[in-house]
């Protein structure tokens, strides 16, 4: 794979044919794939990355990114900032990374990953996988059924079309069905669910959730906490669960349950289905059956049983009853059904018919009548009752015919406070203040007027055109029939307009506002609102804070106001506005009007000709499905035309613009921008600025406008027209259309100094092939050119051509119109990118020295010469080939290439990004300053490396182990400071840091190195083992004491009781072992143990030499005792490497905690299980340690003592010695019994004296 790094500046990275990597690093990047499985780096600064056809991995690293996989099955990672993603087709998976990112899947099956920051997710066309992990984000699946997983934060989840599954996670989550049949999880915080079009599914889970089911059959459960459940339309299913909830049916026979808690269910009879209410006054406490009432419910009957009603009642009936709650009782017990153990209710207020409501397993002569308190029907005692004509009711209001007053007047509710009250106005236009407490208020009839004043308010309009005012604290607002105004006032309200052209007014507080039937108007106020315009043409306002507005149905107009607000169009012409702040507007169906205005907005036209504004601040404008306008406003703006033949233009501003499918046009404006066209016929113009503009597929036109601009036509027959300005033009040959220059050098007579890149056709490699083509004998690619352009020149058009692809004469051509190459001076090597000379510094066959004191190139070249250097390229930028030999490369400045070839080569790349090849032999490659790509070749080959590097062909196999020394990386100093920023404090070992970084390919401790087995696959992890630092473990024949004595280690079995400082006899869980050959010993001498003589940790410790490995820690003698690696100790009281170079084998030793054992008298560490060591063993140690004990791989232990660092232990070790001082303290073992046993004599090791 060939690597191209663009080092520090502003680069334009083109892919050959076929697989490579690009690294932008530096600076504000482009870089382009090609139709191969390509690896693209952003590095630090504002890249744009574009992977082509192919299976592709970006990653933009550091800043605002913009990555867009194209076609093939693509890797995205955005990293740090906040960065733009576009999987495009195929199953891509996209990963935002840090920061506030934008991730779109395209076409495919994606998985899209949001990370940390505020993400917006777009999953696209197909089932794609959206989590949105940290912060508050927004996820939209679009079509197909996806699957939506909040994570953390106040997140918003939009399922669009197809079956979709959405999970809130923790936070107050808003989620949305959307058409088809959903399923939405709401989690554990205070939520929203709406469930859209379709048959679905609503759990709201913990807290206190609004439900609502919307179109369709759905199936409602609140879960814990006090929940409003809305049915909608279709036969719906509402569980409340545990808590005080509110059920609502409106159209449709619904079944409502109300599970634990006092539940309130509403029905409104004529206007609603068939409602069945399977355990009214039981819950989940009792039943009917078994009289354990515990829960109080209740439900709004109100308005069929009332003292306006009474009268139709008692002539239907035959009856005289003088409280409307007496004909309810009698009623309901005439209507029990004892086979089917259910009441019926008929009545509508007129007469018996309409629809009918169901009390499963209620039987009022067997429970006991109803009271007001459960069905709002008075019964002569607590509810105020109008009168047919215009009434006052307030505090003062005398005309109730039992003498109830508002605010108790002497008259408490049972069950109610003394001021929580019960309003029936009746017919006629009643004006009903509800003053304090927490009030019912009914209009019924008439045009009415209702203030809920102090308190928990509920009001219902009733027929008429209304007017509701919930005032302070959390009310409930229910306009009815007619044209109503419904104002929320302070506090968390519920508006709902019902049929008419209502208009609702949220106020203060977070409120919800929901305008059902008619032509509407919703205005959201101050909060964090969510309006739904409903049926018929709505204009919906959110006002300040961060809104959700959901227009539903109509022609509908949106208007975000302050705040970083949600807007979703859905079907119809909407025009939507997000106003101030960070705004997230989707169109929805058909052709919509879409203005970002102030802040960095994110808008998306969905289906229909839409039209786009982007407005202020950095905004990503999507035309998505039709012939789309798209316009960026000011800021540095991202647009995507996606589907449809589009029209975009970016303004002002260092713009990128993307046509997408479809025929399109696409206007840079003012500003250095970039222009792709991708797939179809399109015109792309630069307009002001240098801009980069590439045509894509199909046949382009390209014009840059004024500026330095950078065209390309990609594939098919493109023509590009630079403009005024120094242009430069690319073309590759064999791999695109027949392009056409109309300017080149500023056209007939001009004199811009243009360029073109004709390198891929010209150059060392293809002059060969040329001459032989031409029967010539050319020294330079340069004065091959010329001769070809003259050749080829058509005296008739005026018009110079080149046809030579680099291998032959077929192919695509390239027309450079009105250039003369008889009368116009030659081409030259900054025009053209071609070489003037051979380009190559040779080498001989022997051992050379090459620096830039080389003299022997036979074509004169040298190393970082201005005079004989490669033209079109910086001065120092070098290619050296060495040749066969053991040769010494010193490539010196510049992005160079160097080649070892056979023998055993010493290659330097000096300062700048460079690329070695070793070849064969055992070479030693050494990068030097910048970041470097190295490729040892055949042979055991060392590598030298600096942060930034990428090693592209590590290998592990016998015979040709590689070797690339990271322990002034890796090592105890650095993993003490690594640990000690971290409260986890991850990992145990350097070897186990390295292997966690390397399993994510990236080495950070060394500065963003690479090891990789073919340039992009890391290697195996546990395939370093041997290349940087031991294993911590016993040696073998090492003796531990255990209860059947002094044991050697390799003997010892599962359960075996060990002595221990500080625990006393603790039984061994697990233990493996690891052996290192002969071979490797030779090869990596850090392997070899530590030996400790007997005796020199003093007090005749240890009893005989004790072998472990060198970063096994041993405790030392300093206040409580630290752990010091036995590495650490060398060179003090005889403890030194052993130079034996016979194979051995290591064993680990686990107990339930990291302990301090006894081996051969000393005391050393058990096996410390940290966080990452199982994630890090081979395979089969792996298994083996989760099967036998799994409770210790979720549990890790702290260590049983905290570990010195190196220096500071060095000079510690020194001191005890010069002063004589032991380097361990003696145990005192003393003669106990084991706890939980009775075995008198055994060792108890708790006692040992202090160190």
Request: no cysteine.
């Given at each position: 794979m060939v690597s191209i790094n663009g080092g520090a500046g502003d680069d334009k990275l083109t892919a050959p044919a076929g697989s490579a990597t690009l690294s932008g690093e530096g600076g504000q990047d482009t870089l382009l794939g090609a139709g191969g499985g390509d690896v693209l780096y952003g590095g630090e600064g504002d890249d744009l990355l574009f992977g082509g056809e192919g299976a592709d991995t970006l990653s933009g690293d550091a800043g605002r990114d913009t990555l867009r996989g194209d076609g093939g099955n693509d890797v995205l990672y955005g990293g740090d900032g906040a960065?733009?993603?576009?999987?495009?087709?195929?199953?891509?998976?996209?990963?935002?990374?840090?920061?506030?990112?934008?991730?779109?899947?395209?076409?495919?099956?994606?998985?899209?990953?949001?990370?940390?920051?505020?993400?917006?997710?777009?999953?696209?066309?197909?089932?794609?996988?959206?989590?949105?992990?940290?912060?508050?984000?927004?996820?939209?699946?679009?079509?197909?059924?996806?699957?939506?997983?909040?994570?953390?934060?106040?997140?918003?989840?939009?399922?669009?079309?197809?079956?979709?599954?959405?999970?809130?996670?923790?936070?107050?989550?808003?989620?949305?069905?959307?058409?088809?049949?959903?399923?939405?999880?709401?989690?554990?915080?205070?939520?929203?669910?709406?469930?859209?079009?379709?048959?679905?599914?609503?759990?709201?889970?913990?807290?206190?959730?609004?439900?609502?089911?919307?179109?369709?059959?759905?199936?409602?459960?609140?879960?814990?906490?006090?929940?409003?459940?809305?049915?909608?339309?279709?036969?719906?299913?509402?569980?409340?669960?545990?808590?005080?909830?509110?059920?609502?049916?409106?159209?449709?026979?619904?079944?409502?349950?109300?599970?634990?808690?006092?539940?309130?269910?509403?029905?409104?009879?004529?206007?609603?289905?068939?409602?069945?209410?399977?355990?009214?006054?039981?819950?989940?406490?009792?039943?009917?059956?078994?009289?354990?009432?515990?829960?109080?419910?209740?439900?709004?009957?109100?308005?069929?049983?009332?003292?306006?009603?009474?009268?139709?009642?008692?002539?239907?009936?035959?009856?005289?009853?003088?409280?409307?709650?007496?004909?309810?009782?009698?009623?309901?017990?005439?209507?029990?059904?004892?086979?089917?153990?259910?009441?019926?209710?008929?009545?509508?207020?007129?007469?018996?018919?309409?629809?009918?409501?169901?009390?499963?397993?209620?039987?009022?002569?067997?429970?006991?009548?109803?009271?007001?308190?459960?069905?709002?029907?008075?019964?002569?005692?607590?509810?105020?009752?109008?009168?047919?004509?215009?009434?006052?009711?307030?505090?003062?209001?005398?005309?109730?015919?039992?003498?109830?007053?508002?605010?108790?007047?002497?008259?408490?509710?049972?069950?109610?406070?003394?001021?929580?009250?019960?309003?029936?106005?009746?017919?006629?236009?009643?004006?009903?203040?509800?003053?304090?407490?927490?009030?019912?208020?009914?209009?019924?009839?008439?045009?009415?007027?209702?203030?809920?004043?102090?308190?928990?308010?509920?009001?219902?309009?009733?027929?008429?055109?209304?007017?509701?005012?919930?005032?302070a604290d959390n009310d409930s607002l229910f306009g009815g029939d007619g044209a109503d105004q419904l104002y929320g006032g302070a506090g968390d309200d519920v508006l709902y307009g019902g049929e008419g052209d209502d208009s609702l007014e949220g106020g203060d507080g977070d409120d919800y506002l929901s305008g059902a039937d008619g032509g509407d108007t919703l205005d959201g106020g101050a909060g964090d609102d969510f309006l739904s315009g409903g049926a018929g043409d709505d204009v919906l306002s959110g006002g300040e804070g961060n809104d959700a507005l959901y227009a539903d149905e109509g022609d509908d107009r949106l208007y975000g106001g302050a705040g970083q607000d949600s807007l979703f169009g859905q079907d119809g012409n909407d025009t939507l506005k997000g106003g101030a702040g960070g705004d997230e507007i989707y169109g929805g169906g058909d052709a919509d009007l879409i203005l970002g205005e102030e802040g960095d907005d994110n808008l998306n036209g969905d289906e229909g000709d839409d039209t786009l504004y982007g407005g202020d601040g950095q905004d990503s404008v999507t035309g998505g499905a039709g012939d789309d306008q798209l316009f960026g406003g000011t800021g540095a703006d991202h647009l995507f035309g996606h589907l449809g033949d589009d029209t975009l233009s970016g303004d002002e501003g260092d713009d990128s613009l993307y046509g997408g499918l479809g025929q399109d046009e696409i206007f840079g404006g003012a500003g250095n921008d970039s222009l792709w066209g991708e797939e179809g016929d399109d015109r792309l113009s630069g307009d002001d600025g240098e801009d980069l503009l590439f045509g894509n597929d199909g046949a382009d036109s390209l014009f840059g406008g004024a500026g330095e601009d950078r065209l390309e036509g990609g594939a098919g027959d493109d023509v590009l027209t630079g403009g005024s300005g120094a242009d430069s033009f690319v073309w590759q040959g064999a791999d695109r259309g027949n392009d056409i220059i109309t300017d080149f050098r500023g056209g007939p007579g001009g004199t811009d100094a243009d360029s073109v890149d004709l390198s891929a056709l010209f150059n060392p490699d293809t002059l060969a092939t040329y001459n032989a083509l031409t029967n010539q004998a050319f020294l330079s690619p340069l004065d091959a050119l010329n001769h070809h352009v003259t050749a080829q020149f058509d005296p008739l058009s005026g018009d110079a051509r080149i046809t030579f692809n680099g291998t032959d004469f077929a192919g695509p051509v390239l027309t450079l119109q009105g250039f003369n190459p008889q009368s116009e001076p030659p081409l030259t090597s900054a025009e053209t990118f071609v070489l003037g000379q051979n380009g190559i510094v040779s080498g001989t066959d022997g051992d050379d020295l090459m620096d830039s004191s080389y003299l022997a190139d036979p074509e004169g070249d040298r190393i970082d010469d201005p005079e004989r250097d490669l033209p079109g390229r910086p001065l120092t930028n070098d290619r050296i080939e060495a040749g066969a030999g053991n040769d010494t490369l010193h490539a010196g400045a510049g992005n160079d290439t160097l080649f070892g070839d056979s023998g055993d080569d010493f290659l330097d790349g000096g300062t700048g990004n460079d690329l070695l090849y070793g070849g064969t032999g055992a070479d030693t490659l050494q990068g030097g300053e910048g970041a470097d790509t190295l490729y040892g070749g055949a042979g055991s080959d060392t590598f030298i490396v600096t942060a930034g590097d990428l090693v592209a062909d590590f290998q592990t196999s016998p015979g040709e182990s590689d070797f690339v020394d990271l322990s002034h990386y890796y090592n105890g100093d650095t993993l003490r400071s690594y640990n000690e920023a971290r409260a986890d404090a991850p990992h145990t070992t350097p070897l186990s840091w390295l292997r966690a970084e390397q399993a994510g390919g990236v080495l950070h401790a060394a500065g963003g190195l690479r090891i990789t087995s073919d340039g992009s696959t890391p290697v195996d992890p546990f395939l370093l083992n041997i290349t940087n630092t031991g294993v911590i473990c016993f040696a073998q024949g090492t003796r531990i004491r255990s209860l059947r004595g002094l044991i050697a280690v390799e003997e010892l079995r599962v359960g075996d009781l060990l002595a221990t400082r500080d625990a006393g006899w603790q039984p061994l869980r697990w233990t493996s072992s690891q052996g290192v050959s002969k071979r490797e010993l030779q090869d990596q001498p850090q392997l070899k143990p530590v030996r400790i003589p007997a005796g020199s940790l003093g007090g005749g410790m240890p009893g005989r030499d004790l072998y472990v490995t060198r970063q096994h820690r041993i405790l030392f003698s300093s206040g409580a005792g630290a752990l010091i690696p036995a590495k650490d100790f060398c060179g003090s009281a005889g403890i030194a490497e052993c130079h034996q170079q016979a194979a051995q084998r290591y064993y680990h030793l686990l107990l339930d905690r990291h302990h301090l054992i006894e081996a051969e008298g000393s005391w050393c560490e058990s096996l410390y299980l940290g966080p990452a060591l199982p994630r890090l063993m081979p395979l089969s140690e792996r298994r083996s340690l989760v099967t036998s004990c799994p409770d210790l791989v979720r549990t890790p232990a702290p260590l049983a003592r905290p570990e010195m660092r190196a220096h500071a232990a060095r000079r510690a070790i020194r001191q005890h010695v010069q002063m004589g001082l032991p380097l361990q303290g003696q145990p005192q073992l003393t003669s106990a019994a084991l706890p939980g046993q009775d075995a008198p004599g055994a060792l108890r090791t708790s006692a040992f004296a202090p160190l």
């Open positions: 960065d733009s993603l576009d999987g495009g087709a195929g199953a891509d998976s996209v990963y935002g990374g840090i920061g506030d990112d934008s991730l779109e899947g395209g076409s495919g099956n994606d998985l899209l990953h949001g990370g940390a920051g505020r993400d917006e997710i777009f999953g696209g066309a197909e089932n794609d996988f959206l989590y949105g992990d940290a912060d508050a984000d927004s996820l939209y699946g679009g079509a197909g059924n996806d699957y939506l997983s909040g994570g953390d934060g106040d997140d918003l989840l939009d399922g669009g079309e197809g079956k979709d599954s959405l999970f809130g996670g923790s936070g107050a989550n808003q989620l949305f069905g959307g058409a088809d049949n959903d399923a939405l999880y709401g989690g554990e915080g205070n939520e929203s669910l709406y469930g859209g079009a379709g048959n679905d599914v609503l759990d709201g889970g913990k807290g206190d959730d609004l439900l609502d089911g919307g179109q369709g059959n759905d199936t409602l459960s609140g879960g814990a906490g006090d929940d409003s459940l809305f049915g909608g339309g279709g036969n719906d299913r509402l569980l409340g669960g545990d808590g005080n909830d509110t059920l609502v049916a409106l159209a449709g026979d619904d079944t409502l349950t109300g599970g634990g808690g006092d539940d309130l269910f509403v029905w409104t009879g004529a206007e609603r289905g068939n409602v069945t209410i399977t355990d009214f006054r039981t819950g989940n406490s009792g039943s009917a059956q078994d009289g354990d009432d515990s829960n109080t419910d209740r439900i709004d009957l109100s308005d069929y049983f009332s003292h306006a009603t009474l009268p139709n009642y008692n002539a239907l009936n035959g009856t005289d009853f003088s409280s409307p709650l007496e004909a309810l009782n009698h009623h309901l017990t005439v209507n029990y059904r004892g086979s089917s153990d259910s009441t019926r209710l008929t009545f509508n207020g007129t007469d018996n018919s309409g629809p009918v409501l169901t009390f499963q397993g209620l039987k009022i002569s067997r429970d006991g009548p109803l009271s007001y308190e459960e069905s709002f029907v008075s019964d002569g005692d607590g509810v105020v009752t109008g009168s047919a004509g215009n009434d006052l009711i307030d505090a003062d209001y005398t005309g109730d015919p039992h003498g109830e007053r508002v605010d108790g007047g002497g008259n408490a509710s049972p069950g109610r406070g003394g001021q929580d009250d019960i309003v029936m106005a009746g017919a006629g236009d009643d004006r009903v203040s509800g003053g304090e407490g927490d009030d019912s208020l009914y209009g019924e009839a008439g045009n009415d007027t209702l203030e809920g004043g102090v308190g928990r308010d509920l009001l219902n309009g009733g027929a008429g055109d209304d007017l509701l005012s919930g005032g």
